[in-house]
């Protein structure tokens, strides 16, 4: 297979920018060169701005900033020699034919035979492209569709021409899966692939809804975001994100090239007149939403679609919806909403009868898409998850919905029925998809050109909890956590409470697979882990508020005793476990991972000791392993050092202010410049690999006969000289009114566990000690009020209290 180890991007706009801060990332350098700046004195200019606009962007393109050192700008004029010595050069300039065709002849001149070269284009022919290139361009010629922000968006559509070879597409594929982290997506080269295609229909079609029905902008975002499983942002939020006039080419590029049965659909006059006024989304600071300030308080504004006058956002009423937020799986959520769950549609229901229509359609619109755009379904659903962050897929939630149901109701409303489906339903079957444990991925789908299931196929690695337990099997499972039987000795502990909070369940499910003679005796190694969208939030904070208002001191301290036995039986399990952070691993999250033998961490790390927000500190040996983290940093730069030297006091300091600040990574990169992560600890790109990953660092580790590490009794105190310097830090935020009372209150208390007390400094201390410290600190500020009343404030409002 063709290795890729450098790479070119022509054109360093958003996109291209992005893309090369993306291959950064991956620890893959890259020239991104772009035309000569006129009329500057630097002629590469213009891909200089680019690479300043990424490293500035928001979200973050670059997962940690000194990573942008492996970019170097270039222009087009002086800089095409440098093709010569890459592997993989990407296209992407400006969405114009001519224009592409016109670089890629100098191209073709400047690039070595043989290396690989695609287009970014989004809807572009990419045969056409290349038309009348030679032999060897076109053999290495396809499309690489990359989503924007390339660093978070999961989909690549890749592209293959008739003349592409597909040794060359295969090498993409597996390091675009491998080392950039993406769900790689085979489309047909027709306008617009797959993800566009189907996700501009569906916007279109929402804007004529919305007008057809008179609903607001403000509405329809309420029906069309996390109710049925889409983003957040909705429809008209997302466009916002994306900007309008992306939008608005895409559509161009529809209209123009694509005929099918839902041609009709245009770009709304609204939305056309947005376009002329520059009013594209948060770029020109202002779209369908803006930020407005008003007597100094800064408040949303939402566009009312029919008169273009903007007016404070306002909060849609629908009882559907409301009593719909009460279902927590989004199949059935829906099923209720669209009245197919044996009630029927309800009585002047608008946002029922509203996603009724969306939702059918597209439905409708994606069955008559195969074998257009995608050979089977399963394309389709993939592109919709990974380009559009869609929970299911147009056919799994289809199938949610339940197929039969939905058709038979379309047929008694008149609605076109796809042909596609009437062939699943002739055959007896009621379901895109269908479970198959013998599969890797687990399940099968309906083959429309066999008219028989098959099973979805997907790159090895590629695994999850769920498929494990199909095929594997559950070993003991409890309400909060299960253990997974994950095959070759290694056994897997999964979470599945609400948003992964600890409590007792899991707690005891870990202390009894990893103690001696435990559930675990039978495995070699063990993996923690989970397939939700964050690790864990942490502890559960509503139980521990209940406890400490009822004044059950008794209960709370025993609470703390087990989650610290947990943590402990973690680190010190004669077997090593290996924990698997991913999305938000937020307080007892993290001090878990801190415990374990080695951590194999998703790219996406939102990782933090975040207690002080709620009023306490970490209490479960977080506290004790960030100070072993520093004393032990500090000795390894000054072997034999002791006290208080200039690397203690840096190493502390880093500590106090990780902790004390509630700081959280932005990326498992930024999470070891915390200390959460250690050098030895790799990072998996693909969150789909992430268990597998994490499995083969588990048999690692029990194949290279491990050996736990030895309670130390040996620890140097920082003691009360470092507690000294930390205290002061604390006094000095206070003078400078950054911090309130309450909060040097919870400092002094932080530094004081980190310091291990007011001792002598030097003085040798136990890892139980430690634990002590921060079980005995944590319990007496579970007694503040303050502490209850921040608490409370996040259950009810998931944000901070600054009291």
Partial sequence: MKRIHKVAV????????????????????????DMVAPDSPSRSQIAAGGLEAAKKSKPAAFSEPSLAGLVTVGNFADDLGKLADVDWIIEAVVEDLESKRALLRKVEAARKPGTIITTNTSGLPVAKIAEGFSEDFRRSWFGTHFFNPPRYMRLLEIIPTLEADPALIEAVSWFADVRLGKGVVRAKDTP??????????????????????????????????????????????????VGLDVLGHVVANMEQNVRDERSDLKLPGFMQQMLERKWLGDKTKGGFYKKSKVEGKEERLALDWRTLEYHPQQKPKFPALDMAKNIEQTGARVKSLLGLDGNGPQKNDRAGAFLWAALSDVWTYSANRVPEISDSMVEIDRAMRLGFNWELGPFELWDAAGVEASVERMKKEGRPVAANVEKLLASGK???????PEAASGRAYWDLGAESYAPVVVPAGVWSVEVAKKSNGVVKKNAGASLVDLGDGVACIEFHSKMNSLGGDIVGLIHQTLKPGGQGEAFDAFVITNDAANFSVGANLMLLLMSAQEEEWDEVDLAIRQFQGMTQAIKFSPKPVVIAPFGMALGGGVEMSLHAASRQPHAELYMGLVEVGVGLLPGGGGCKEMLLRAVDAAASIRPGGRGESVELVEAMKRAFETI????????AAEARALGFLTKADSITMNRQRLLSDAKARALELARSGYEPPLPRADIPAPGENMLVTLKLGVHILRQGEYITDYEVK??????EVLCA???TSGTPVSEQYLLDLEREAFKSLCGERKTQERIQYTLKTGKTLRN
Avoid at 10 to 33: D, E, K, Q
């Fill in 10 to 33: 022509l054109g360093a706009g958003t996109m291209g920018a992005r893309i090369a801060a993306h291959f950064a990332n991956a620890g893959v350098p890259s020239y991104l060169l």
């Fill in 192 to 241: 617009n692939f797959i993800g566009n295609r189907i996700g501009v229909f569906s916007m279109l079609n929402i804007a004529r809804l919305m007008q057809e029905m008179d609903l607001s902008i403000e509405e329809v975002d309420a029906l069309t975001g996390q109710a049925i499983g889409w983003p957040k942002s909705a429809t008209f939020r997302t466009i916002d994100l």
């Fill in 430 to 436: 009621k379901s895109w998809y269908a479970d198959d």
């Fill in 660 to 667: 004390a600040t509630a700081k959280v990574s932005t990326s």
């Fill in 746 to 751: 919870l400092g002094t208390k932080i530094a």
């Fill in 757 to 759: 007390g007011n001792i």
